[in-house]
């Protein structure tokens, strides 16, 4: 079964520090997602994007955030400077229409710890 | 904006039992999407069904049913016969065409035990 896959499952990183968290979507998706997951909390909405752009993103998606698909299969986020607040399982999804109508596949995640 | 609750914190079953996990929703829209996710502990998001908002029939697959009330603004998710593997974190998740993005409630932890 088709799946998305995310690296690294796991980053420590220090607190200022640039991530790149990768994400490499289900080959025939269109639409590409990150959520993050704060420890013991709900699953939270970062950003979607779509046609190399950003369709949709939260109020958490601030400008130390950035995402790009830079070779058409890999799926990027980026964190400029990373705060304690930042730590978090990171999530990314794939689907082929936005309406999700096989579902939204979701990776396994990049836990993120910043110390 | 949409807005999800699973009032049910944390439910604990014994194996075979039969479980109900709650989800009441709110949105001005009339087309709509809701979602179920189980998330074990393992960490991954697991698909579970998609439902639209002008399909309000149930859908049975295996031991899992889901019952869909636009009255209530409901869409129960029951567990038929539970055992430990459906031990989890389960998230429902309405979708509105007006964010692109699925919104997720805080999620009902059921652990079934022997």
């Known amino acids: 079964e088709p799946e998305v896959t995310q690296t690294p499952s796991h980053q420590v990183t220090q607190m200022g520090q640039e991530v790149i968290l990768r994400c490499v979507p289900i080959?025939?998706?269109?639409?590409f997602y990150w959520y993050r997951q704060i420890l013991g909390q709900k699953v939270e909405f970062l950003v979607s994007?779509?046609?190399?752009?950003?369709?949709?993103k939260s109020e958490i998606f601030d400008d130390q955030f950035s995402v790009e698909r830079p070779d058409g299969s890999n799926f990027t986020l980026k964190i400029r400077s990373t705060k304690l607040e930042d730590s978090a399982m990171y999530f990314c999804a794939s689907s082929e229409n936005p309406t999700g109508v096989y579902g939204y596949t979701f990776g396994s995640g990049t836990r993120l710890t910043v110390v | 904006a949409q807005k999800v609750t699973q009032a049910q914190t944390e439910i604990s079953v014994v194996e075979k039992e039969d479980v109900t996990l709650d989800c009441v929703y709110e949105t001005r829209d009339t087309t709509y999407y809701l979602f179920w996710y189980k998330q074990p502990p393992s960490g991954e998001l697991v698909f579970l069904i998609r439902r639209n908002s002008f399909d309000e029939q149930n859908e049975i697959s295996g031991r899992y049913s889901w019952n869909f009330q636009k009255s209530t603004s409901s869409f129960n998710f029951t567990i038929t016969a539970s055992q430990v593997v459906d031990s989890a974190v389960y998230f429902c998740?309405?979708?509105?065409?007006?964010?692109?993005?699925?919104?997720f409630g805080t999620g009902t932890q059921l652990k079934v035990e022997l």
């Open positions: 998740a309405p979708w509105t065409g007006g964010g692109n993005k699925l919104t």
């Open positions: 994007f779509y046609n190399n752009e950003i369709s949709e």
């Open positions: 080959s025939n998706h269109l639409y």
